[in-house]
């Protein structure tokens, strides 16, 4: 017990030694490094163009406004904040930086404020001679406590480098789902649109359809058919009907899949997307015309591959945590405060009291449970890695099969198009040529069969089309906009750590 006067000089004396002491450490364990690239430079199904080496445009943020279909952007921006992935990734994002606070918290003292009253009874062993209750007492006591482990191996150190890359890395997990759940929604409204187009392709060849049937049947009240004719009338038209409640159970239950994904009643949108309209116009209809820039940004961009590097550092940061166990840990305690028998006395100098203290502790014997945490740890590191280099590996298949998928497609819609449009034409020019008696029913039947299947096919190639080019938007990281630090080197450590 020391006067007050004599509390400031020794205690901040501890506190300079120790941020000397603190300063001089190391933290053990491995530096990070981030793994080397492995990929190409360029993709390999970019394109001739030499734009597609340039920066990835940055409306890439928020592709589906380049469709320019208003329902679609509705839709998107309802997914964006109310989808429950989103939710999810959103919390997670939240508990990771809790547990940063955590952790950079341990970096600091401990501070805290007591306050109490005491009463007891001294032994008469230690107070011969005097009675019970001059025995009998109260102490009053008040102030400030003070712990702080000295970080002197970086432990603690190496415990906030691994939490802060995972919040990182569930930074990027919540653009993933952002990219994923905005990439989820176009695709399925695009193919809702092309389901709905193929259905009033059906049902315009149902008209034309029931109209050759009623010829067919007047021509034979008029002697110049026959029953044959008007079987293979009727059951082109059954078939025909026959594809109709297939596509309205699957344009259902694209419209039950919109709802989940924007949270919303599955009543209230179908009614808001029921009228029939065109696909959406393509942003771009060639890859020449869209930067994909060098695979060196997308890795820095993609927001999975960002989220697997991050975990892969705080894995290799919780080599340093379970390696600190080997030393011992030094802390420093401290306590400033007022003692006295009395409240009123509490107020006066004389009550203040001081104490500063140094504690060692070290599991000198438990180094067999310690390295077997530290095999633990390395262990997971490899887990991460090679999670890692799994991740990339599957997110370049991705990439470069939907950039091949894309220009497929859009070859096979073009070509499409020419053969719908030929098959109207001969269609027509069956039905003139029966008509004038040339030829039989059965070619008119056969030309509106093949209208009927061109018709759809190329629906269905348009809409290819465009979700491959969804897909192409979601492989190179399209739904956010990535931050310049979004691969920023973890917390800096002393270069000649032990290991």
Known sequence: ????????????????????????????GPNY?????????EFINAGASASNTQPVSADIASFWRGF??????????????????????????QEARADLGLANAQLLPDIGVSAGATRGVTPITQAP????????????DAGFVANWELDFFGRNRRASESAAALVAASEAGLHAAHTAVAAEVARNYLELRGLQQRLQVADTSLVNQRESL???????????????????ARTLVENTEATRPALQAAIDRTIYRLATLSAQPPRALAATLAPVTALPGLPVTDLAALPLGTTEAWLARRPDLIAAERQLAAATASIGVAKADLY?????????GLNAATLGDLGRSESAIYSLGAGLSWSVLDFGRVRSRIAASEARAQASLASYEQTVATALEETEGALTQFTRNAQRAERLDRAA?????????????????????LVVLDAEREVLASRDQLVQAQVGTATALVSVYRALGGGWTAPADAAAAPVAVSSNSPR
């Open 328 to 336: 011992p840990r030094i802390s420093l305690s401290g306590l400033l």
């Open 214 to 232: 009623r010829i067919t049947e007047a021509r034979l009240d008029a002697g110049r058919g026959t029953q044959l004719d008007i079987a293979r």
């Open 1 to 28: 017990m020391r006067d007050a006067p004599f509390l400031r000089l020794p205690f901040r004396l501890g506190v300079l030694a120790a941020a000397a002491l603190l300063a001089t450490g190391c933290a053990v």
């Open 129 to 140: 001679g005097l009675s019970r209750s001059d025995r009998t007492g109260t102490v009053y």
């Open 68 to 93: 320019g279909d208003e329902a679609l952007s509705t839709l998107v921006d309802r997914a964006l904040a109310a989808n429950g992935d989103v939710r999810i990734a959103q919390a997670r994002l």
């Open 421 to 441: 449009r030929s098959a109207e034409e001969a269609a027509e020019l069956a039905r003139l040529r029966y008509d004038a008696g040339v030829t039989d029913f």
């Open 33 to 41: 490094e981030r793994p080397a690239s492995t990929v190409d430079a």
